[in-house]
């Protein structure tokens, strides 16, 4: 079975911080992806990253890193220099190659004060 | 990028009566769909696969009577809440699939998500 954990429920830095979101998954597959996407508080899901299982390489996108693991089964979000905008849940979450629905972690809630 | 509609973006509606959801796919077409239900403050969890032209596939624990669903064509699902009770509040979200143009892996698009509220 599938399981996503996302151990911090909330946190809260102030601007400028780094911060790094947990997550760690459990699989019985070889191959599948992981994902993290950010809901604001319209809801809307925004995509931010798809890490296939075979691709081990750390990403950075702007303030934004992922940390990918497999030895640990982590996959981990930095944000550099937090912004007040940064303000979200952000969702872990697992699919199985060849499915395409998503087991999403329970999901951690950021706060950025000014 | 693809473009999934969802409709409405909320509705409030009165206990004991029935509300359609619609899920579209706007500049493409998916043969399958999904519908995720959020609690407040809570994870998204599956809640059924809509398959065009076959029966949907409801996830554990998800009553297949009260939550309908209707993949009436490659481009729309519905999902019929049916006799709504105020435990049916919640945010609900579709997402659709598309082919990826440059790789095996179907991107998953999502919905805005439409907000129930049972009174």
């Known amino acids: 079975a599938q399981k996503v954990t996302q151990a911090q429920t909330e946190i809260s830095v102030v601007e400028k911080e780094d911060v790094t979101l947990d997550c760690v998954y459990e699989t019985r597959d070889t191959t599948y992806y992981l994902f993290w996407y950010k809901q604001p508080p319209s809801g809307e899901l925004v995509f931010l990253i798809r890490r296939n299982s075979f691709d081990e390489q750390n990403e950075i996108s702007g303030r934004y890193s992922w940390n990918f693991q497999k030895s640990t089964s982590s996959f981990n979000f930095t944000i550099t220099a937090s912004q007040v905008v940064d303000s979200a849940v952000y969702f872990c979450?697992?699919?199985?190659?060849?499915?395409?629905?998503?087991?999403f972690g329970t999901g951690t809630r950021l706060l950025v004060s000014p | 990028g693809a473009v999934v509609s969802q409709h409405p973006s909320w509705v409030i509606c009165k206990s004991g009566t029935s509300v359609k959801i619609e899920c579209r796919s706007l500049?493409?077409?998916?043969?399958?769909m999904f519908w995720y239900r959020q609690f407040p403050k809570q994870s998204l969890m599956l809640m059924a696969t809509s398959n065009e032209g076959s029966k949907a596939t409801y996830e554990q624990g998800v009553e297949k009577d009260k939550f309908l669903i209707n993949h009436a064509s490659l481009t729309l699902s519905t999902l019929t809440v049916t006799s709504a009770h105020p435990e049916d509040s919640s945010f609900y979200i579709c997402s659709a699939p598309k082919a990826g143009v440059r790789s095996s892996y179907n991107e998953q698009f999502f919905g805005p998500g439409t907000r129930l509220t049972v009174l």
């Open positions: 979450a697992l699919s199985e190659a060849g499915f395409q629905k998503l087991v």
């Open positions: 500049d493409f077409q998916a043969t399958t």
